[in-house]
């Protein structure tokens, strides 16, 4: 299972939104509605922030939000802060009942 | 609360095997299923596999087939690594992650991870 493709890096200044895409196949993204993201301070555990492409964990802030299309899913970060400053990862279900993630974003705020 | 903690790091020769253990606790741990997900250094997040809360069937990553194994002492709450045949490319950090049911994609604890260097 291939990992699922993600820019390697993506910047944005305070209060400007950003989106991190994240491409798979039929076979894993464009199949299933069950994507997650994940941001990862380095040193920590890393922290699921969307999961089944648009829902957020319970007290997670609205600025970050999910969608899909296709075979792509894509994470969107609005009025970027500070401490959004992170790598961060989508996953993906598969059809062999697996998971695949993806390659991974560094999100750097300017 | 929910956590999860994890066995402490490990410094293992090529050949050996490594046994990573994460202990639950704020939870029924049989309700929910346990992943195990390694970084290696200056790499991305890799699925190794997961294992059922009901019933602890598993399911590996195919590049790991035959090498790891997963398991669980329900008694006390906690589940195991074990990697096999260890490699050079092996050195990462591990770590347990919780999912939100017994099987699933979705991991909402993670533990804290921890360091298995394989070095000669």
């Known amino acids: 299972q291939s990992a699922l493709t993600q820019p390697a890096s993506v910047s944005g200044s305070p209060g400007q939104s950003i989106t991190i895409s994240c491409t798979g196949t039929?076979?894993?993204?464009?199949?299933?509605?069950?994507v997650c993201w994940y941001q990862h301070h380095p040193g920590k555990a890393p922290r699921l922030i969307i999961y089944d492409v648009i829902k957020r964990p319970s007290g997670l802030s609205n600025r970050f939000s999910g969608s899909k299309s296709g075979n792509t899913a894509s994470l969107t970060i609005s009025g970027l802060q500070a401490e959004d400053e992170a790598d961060y990862y989508c996953?993906?279900?598969?059809?062999?009942?697996?998971?695949?993630f993806g390659g991974g974003t560094k999100l750097t705020v300017l | 609360q929910v956590q999860l903690v994890q066995s402490g790091a490990e410094v293992k020769k090529p050949g050996a095997s490594v046994k990573v253990s994460c202990k639950a606790s704020g939870y029924t741990f049989t309700n929910y299923g346990i992943s195990w997900v390694r970084q290696a250094p200056g790499q991305g997040l890799e699925w190794m596999g997961w294992?059922?809360?009901?019933?602890?069937?598993?399911n590996y990553a195919e590049r790991l087939q035959g090498r790891v194994t997963m398991t669980r002492d329900t008694s006390t709450s906690t589940a195991y690594m074990e990697l096999r045949s260890l490699r050079s490319d092996d050195t990462a950090v591990y770590y347990c992650?919780?999912?939100?049911?017994?099987?699933?994609?979705?991991?909402?604890?993670w533990g804290q991870g921890t360091m298995v260097t394989v070095s000669s």
């Open positions: 039929s076979g894993d993204v464009g199949g299933f509605n069950f």
């Open positions: 996953s993906s279900y598969t059809s062999s009942s697996t998971l695949v």
């Open positions: 992650a919780k999912m939100t049911a017994v099987v699933g994609d979705v991991f909402d604890i």
């Open positions: 294992m059922s809360g009901y019933n602890a069937n598993t």
